[in-house]
């Protein structure tokens, strides 16, 4: 079979298995007992088994088929989740995702899984639970009930159906336990419907199962009669069978809920976002693309609106001005993504990062659903992890560094999502040790930044500025989680290079927060359109704090460079016609200050003209311009013309 | 046999692989690019896409010359690089047999060596300087 078409979707789909599998993973080692999660994680083993047999890649078939075992062992309650059991899991999910990456690059999965396969089949990875327990585990065994099959039993019941638990033992001695079991489960059919077998029926075919198997029957017959009906069958050994209660299963299921992190609303609708159509991303391009010239013509359309007199013309532009905006709302909406996409990867960071620094984390993350461009999401990821990797690495003590400091045992990271306004928020706060403002002193000395007397100087404010500076970096030790002082000016690059701005809040011993703030989409923003000269461009609106009038006498120099007074503050004055090669014809006595805002720093843009505001696609200038710093891109005006987009950023 | 799309320069004749070649289009409006090196004459709106345009002219150090109803952009695609180059006219496509395509001998003075010319094209007894596409679209990285 050419399996290659089917390459990427395989591929695709591995993915979202792997991510269900690490998130399920995580919960698991919350709940240790909860069978749903278990199942969970059963069911993406099972079916990326299923899809790596379908395409023949052999050593990814082996791997999960091995892990599946673990899994039914662990469903089974034959072996207890220890710590040591579930990094031996989440490495064979590193390993699943980096045999995925493998596929994808060269078609074929040869990744070594030997080692994986063995320390999967080594017993003192796994805790033996003693036989007897498995008697005790009635109630663990009623867990197993699924809420399809709890509905079944259920309706059974209200119809005077009974439902049964039956545990079959087959003779130590037997030879062909599958076809033992096979009778068992035709004679049982017999008597009622089988909802359910631990092991599964397709082990229990395979003979996975050790010497005995429980069921789960509805049926009219009494227990005796089915008891007697089983033990006749040659070499069972014996039969336990206990009347499962209506009752009783609500009872279970409610001890149950509490335990588990999500309701079982959650997960239905965890289940229901999985429906959905796959697009593919240059489908989505095209379709927002064209979404943008339409919004272009009906701009060029309004502008022509005004030669024409006619109401009907004129109601007619407008609905089409309506449409487009709800088009335009609906395709935005279509290329937001949760952030979710990016924050499902720190619970386990967090994990394997604690457990590697023997720190005690809890991370508590808010608003996943927050959605944002996927021009956006792309980008954020890197800026986060390294934040992340700041709190965990910088911000949170080790435990008895924190209780000595009165603080309890475990820190705690803050991840926030939300949107305020046109942008979206992320916070990253610790409760750990806050930024040592003497640490960073001596290291701005001791790196040749300043000199002793500047630092002194300095407030707690450029302090936290310093920060941000290419190259540095507070941590004593070079360690492998973040301190080779390529952390934080690349952050923020980052975000700036996306018009957003990091912020940062600190307090000693209280702890640490990271605040980004970023355009909810990059792709279409609203501006300012300016003349200068006769060229026309556009300023990004929120890169604009105000609009104001200056004359000639309100220019001052200072070493040589000119400055307005704005609020108070001393800004400098940045002429756009000498910073975008344009002549000045004769120097007007007033003139027009664009306030441009980076951060918390203020400059003014001196404009001949102001247009107005405008909603305008951004469109990119291309690789073979990427050098121009001051441009951050162009758009096409309704008449077609092109203004290009000043990269405030870049202006100062 | 290569297909290349013959660009004039006053008497000078260039070719371009015909592979390359997107479209060709009349002159229009071109919109200044501040800090741009001077051979990029702007950016134009070709339906909806902005496109970088570059002076053949000035990229080649010769005297620049007033566009008339001649002049052309030439839309060169090269892997994920989009330029256009404005040249005195094109309109001619010409088939040129491998045997009559030489590689240019780099030792020689007569190219320099930052020279955007790859092969030589022999049709009868005219010549045709092809360009080396990927040093025509990657100039810039090269330059700065």
């Known amino acids: 079979m050419d399996t290659n078409q089917y390459l990427e979707i395989f591929l695709e789909e591995s993915e979202e298995h792997i991510e269900s599998l690490n998130e399920n993973l995580l919960q698991l080692e919350k709940n240790p007992e909860d069978s749903h999660i278990i199942d969970e994680i059963f069911r993406s083993a099972h079916t990326l088994k299923g899809m790596a047999a379908t395409m023949g890649f052999e050593n990814m078939t082996r791997l999960t088929h091995k892990m599946e075992d673990v899994l039914q062992e662990i469903r089974s309650n034959s072996i207890k989740v220890t710590s040591n059991l579930m990094d031996v899991l989440f490495k064979c999910i590193d390993a699943l995702s980096s045999m995925t990456g493998i596929i994808s690059e060269s078609g074929n999965d040869s990744y070594d899984i030997e080692n994986l396969i063995e320390l999967l089949g080594t017993n003192n990875t796994k805790e033996e639970v003693a036989a007897t327990n498995i008697e005790n585990s009635k109630s663990l065994d009623n867990n197993n009930i699924n809420v399809y099959e709890k509905d079944i039993i259920e309706k059974a019941a209200s119809q005077g159906y009974k439902t049964y638990s039956i545990e079959v033992v087959i003779d130590k001695n037997c030879v062909m336990k599958s076809a033992r079991a096979f009778i068992v489960f035709n004679t049982l059919d017999n008597l009622g419907d089988i909802v359910d077998s631990t092991p599964s029926v397709e082990d229990i075919e395979d003979e996975k199962f050790d010497d005995r198997f429980t069921v789960h029957l509805i049926s009219k017959h009494e227990k005796d009669d089915i008891k007697s009906k089983l033990i006749s069958i040659s070499e069972i050994k014996n039969i336990n069978i206990e009347e499962l209660l209506y009752s009783k299963e609500i009872k279970d299921n409610k001890r149950l809920e509490p335990a588990n992190n999500l309701s079982s609303d959650d997960r239905i609708k965890h289940s229901k976002t999985n429906k959905s159509v796959r697009v593919d991303i240059e489908r989505l391009d095209n379709l927002m693309n064209l979404v943008s010239e339409l919004i272009i013509i009906k701009t060029r359309l309004e502008g022509l609106e005004s030669n024409e007199k006619n109401p009907d013309t004129i109601s007619t532009i407008e609905y089409l001005e309506r449409i487009t905006t709800n088009l335009h709302d609906a395709v935005m909406k279509v290329r937001m993504v949760p952030v979710e996409r990016v924050f499902n990867r720190f619970p386990r960071m967090v994990r394997d990062l604690s457990r590697e620094l023997n720190k005690k984390i809890t991370l508590n993350m808010y608003g996943q659903d927050t959605e944002v461009d996927r021009t956006v999401i792309d980008e954020i990821g890197d800026p986060l992890v390294h934040l992340m990797r700041n709190s965990i690495d910088h911000g949170i003590e080790t435990p008895d560094v924190r209780v000595k400091k009165g603080k309890p045992e475990t820190g705690v990271i803050n991840l926030k999502a939300y949107h305020e306004g046109n942008n979206v928020i992320i916070e990253v706060s610790d409760d750990g040790s806050g930024i040592n403002f003497e640490k960073v002193k001596n290291k701005a000395y001791e790196k040749g930044m300043l000199s002793a007397d500047e630092v002194e100087e300095l407030s707690n404010e450029k302090l936290v500025k310093l920060l941000f500076e290419p190259g540095f970096s507070t941590s004593d030790t070079i360690s492998d989680i973040s301190g080779r002082g390529v952390g934080l000016d690349v952050v923020k690059n980052k975000i700036e290079s996306l018009n957003g701005s990091i912020e940062v809040k600190t307090e000693v011993d209280k702890g640490t927060k990271f605040i980004i703030k970023l355009p909810l989409t990059l792709a279409i923003i609203q501006a300012l359109l300016v003349m200068v000269g006769n060229e026309k461009y556009a300023f990004p609106l929120n890169s604009i704090s105000e609009i104001v009038n200056k004359n000639k006498n309100e220019i001052h120099l200072v070493q040589g460079k000119e400055v307005v007074m704005y609020r108070g503050k001393v800004i400098p004055l940045i002429r756009l016609h000498n910073v975008l090669d344009l002549k000045l014809d004769e120097e007007s006595d007033n003139f027009i200050c664009v306030i441009i805002k980076k951060g918390d720093n203020l400059a003014a843009c001196s404009v001949d003209e102001l247009i107005g505001q405008q909603e305008i696609v951004i469109k990119p200038l291309g690789k073979y311009l990427s050098n121009v710093k001051i441009i951050a891109g162009a758009t096409i005006l309704g008449d077609g013309q092109v203004a290009l987009i000043i990269d405030s950023n870049n202006l100062f | ?144």
């Open chain 2, 1 to 144: 046999m290569s297909m290349f799309v013959v660009t004039r320069l006053g008497s000078e004749e260039y070719g371009i692989e015909i592979d390359k070649v997107q479209s060709i289009e009349k002159i229009t409006k071109i919109t200044r690019v501040p800090k741009a090196p001077s051979f990029v004459k702007g950016v134009i709106n070709l339906r909806g896409e902005i496109i970088p345009v570059i002076s053949l002219r000035m990229l080649l150090k010769l005297s620049e010359v007033e566009f008339d109803d001649d002049t052309r952009i030439v839309i060169i695609k090269n892997n994920d690089i989009i330029i256009g180059i404005i040249v005195d006219n094109a309109n001619e496509v010409v088939e040129i047999h491998d045997d009559n395509i030489d590689s240019i001998d780099v030792n020689s003075n007569l190219y320099k060596k930052e020279s955007f010319i790859g092969k030589i094209g022999k049709i009868g007894n005219r010549i045709l300087m092809i360009f080396d596409i990927d040093k025509l679209t990657t100039q810039q990285e090269v330059k700065l």
